[in-house]
């Protein structure tokens, strides 16, 4: 019998038989993490003291007040609908109505989300209250930001380039973050007309995710949309 390893499937730790031959190096295993007390309240003070960046009242735009705020999609488990309320009640604080923000759905090449994945992913109250579209990669109505040092197009999405501010919500996991730190392949807010063709795939099938550890939620500005980029990408 070969090595056995150990992963997760659904959040449930499994174990599988390695071939014969095959040596072992490591394994690494996800943290146990305790969920916050109140997600909400995590929000709110990270709104309150960004790291790295000032509040949001600092860095709006005026007069262009414009704001979309993208979204992972189904493929990742982040709870951005309780993320985005009190996101939302900031950016009204500050002035922004609720008609000058758009939320984008940043699917990159994965499968279009159902009604049922938005309802999940977003929640009842932020899809009756925004406007939500899905980025699509070969959309006719793209916008060329330029190349880059290898004469690769960038390509963003439309909405997203006429927002005065733009901020993402979601989950990088860590199998991408080792990814991205090998060359291999990183997931990336770019897309242009055909140029996910031939790209390098990850497999983010829902499955394959692992447990949470309960880390404070991420609230950061993204360079663009569209999906997981190549060499050519690297600037």
Do not use: Y
Not at 74 to 79: G, I, V, W
């Amino acid at each position: 019998m070969g090595t056995q390893g150990k992963g997760f499937f659904k959040g449930q730790a499994v174990t599988f038989d390695l071939p014969m031959g095959w040596k072992l190096l490591a394994m690494a295993e996800p943290r146990e993490g305790k969920p916050p007390a109140s997600l909400e309240a995590m929000v709110v003070a990270a709104l309150k003291n960004p790291v790295g960046m000032p509040p949001l009242a600092k860095i709006l735009p005026r007069p262009n007040k414009r704001v979309v705020i993208l979204s992972d999609d189904q493929t990742r488990p982040t709870p951005v609908g309780e993320v985005m309320l009190p996101l939302l009640a900031e950016l009204n604080r500050l002035g922004v109505q609720d008609e000058d923000i758009d939320v984008i759905i940043a699917r990159g090449t994965h499968r279009l989300p159902s009604e049922a994945d938005l309802q999940k992913k977003l929640g009842a109250e932020v899809i009756k209250r925004l406007r939500v579209s899905v980025h699509d990669a070969d959309a006719t109505d793209l916008v060329r930001m330029g190349t880059t040092t290898r004469g690769t197009p960038v390509w963003i999405n439309k909405i997203f380039a006429e927002a005065g501010l733009k901020i993402g919500i979601g989950l990088q996991p860590a199998l991408l973050r080792r990814l991205r730190r090998r060359g291999q392949a990183c997931p990336a807010r770019r897309g242009g007309p055909g140029d996910h063709q031939g790209r390098p795939r990850l497999d983010s099938r829902p499955q394959l995710r692992g447990r949470q550890d309960g880390r404070q939620p991420h609230l950061g500005r993204h360079a663009g949309d569209g999906a997981p980029r190549r060499s050519g990408h690297e600037d």
